[in-house]
């Protein structure tokens, strides 16, 4: 089966699938979730005192999928410029806390140090953040690339595709290579025409389409996949009395294609989903202090971003009046909205920092499962806490990024209840091939 036949079929057996949980199956449960057990007050009264989350035997085929890009990464990364040893990562984090800690007390003593180092170490850590968003295309291959670069991939791909599967391939052609306005009137008129044979096909007037015709002319022509969709229908150009016309016939249709497979998939057919590739980054205390958000992280350009900020910095010093819960909560809300990604760091008891980029409408049960992926022991219970919020319980797991006003970055610390913090120090919970992913100084 070719690549757009299984994405068809695929999208076929989702909407059945969910048909199916409309009609009264239940609620639906993860595959790898345990079964609950009944309650006891011994454990009932442990829950209250600290959060554990449930033990997770598997991960999800998209944790999994970030996991092995990541690896892949790992393999193809020149590491001999830097000594990525667990050993001499480990004594580099420990001088690294070490340092922060004498830095603080120094800054207790004395608050005007400082300033000057703060633009060189930002000039440092430049580098050391997110450089971008990147994603994962498996219709396609196993490539990491950013939006831009997938769009004019999936292009390519999708007109290769064109001589093998013409009408499946030229109804994704309109929707993934037009703006979705556009793509949206094209397929409306495109239905209406195959409806009208479908339901009379003997009927001249529904059999040919001036080719000039002012709706023709605005909605389809000029529209990528249109006319690739109305010759596999059967459509063919002719000039009649010295105008051009799209005539259809049966005989002209593309073998192995009837009108009502190919109506079916003008009605369903949909844009390509992207994956959202974590790209991880292991880091040491110094490379985690400052991060640079990437322009992709943002959801209006740098330029409305500057010029909101200058306009709200405008208005406070205009107007000194007190501010009211409700005008700071929306003020915050305004805020959060113009992110459309997050960048999530995790800190380890040794001072290392993991660190993966995140939808916002995420949820926090994906941070869990992204750290699980890269842990020694997958089975291992362990706890994440914010420092505004503490441990995440799991009313939370549900809840996304944005509810939790996770973004556009946050620290979350990384903690084993069974494992004393003063013993947790000394261990690595991390998979060794991940230390490949340390950045070098």
Known sequence: MSKIKRFFSKKKEEAAFKMRLGGGMGQGHKLNEPKPDAPSSSSSKRDKDAYIPPRRNELSNEARAAANAALSRIERKDSKDFNTSLAAIKAQAKRELEAERKQKQELSCSSTTGSASASSSAQENRNLACQGVFFRCPLINDEVLPKQAWKQKIKEFLYQQLEFERGLTACLIIQNCNVKERADDCIATLTKYLENIIQHPNEEK?????????????KVRYVDGALDVLHAAGFNEVELDGEPFLVWSSD???PGLDLATLLDALKNSEPIQLELDRNIKVLLPSQARRVVLPDDFYRISPEEIKREQQMRAEAIESSQILKTKAMREREEQRTLRMYRYALIRVKFPNGLYIQGTFNVYEKISDIFEFVQSCLADESLEFNLVSASDGKFSEDDMEKTLYDCKLIPNIVLLFSVPSIPTPVAADVNFLK???????QPM
Request: with cysteine; net charge negative.
């Open 252 to 254: 002209q249709m593309e």
């Open 206 to 218: 529904f059999c040919k389409i001036r080719m000039s015709n002012k709706i023709f002319s605005d």
């Open 432 to 438: 060794e091939e991940l230390f490949m992913l340390v």
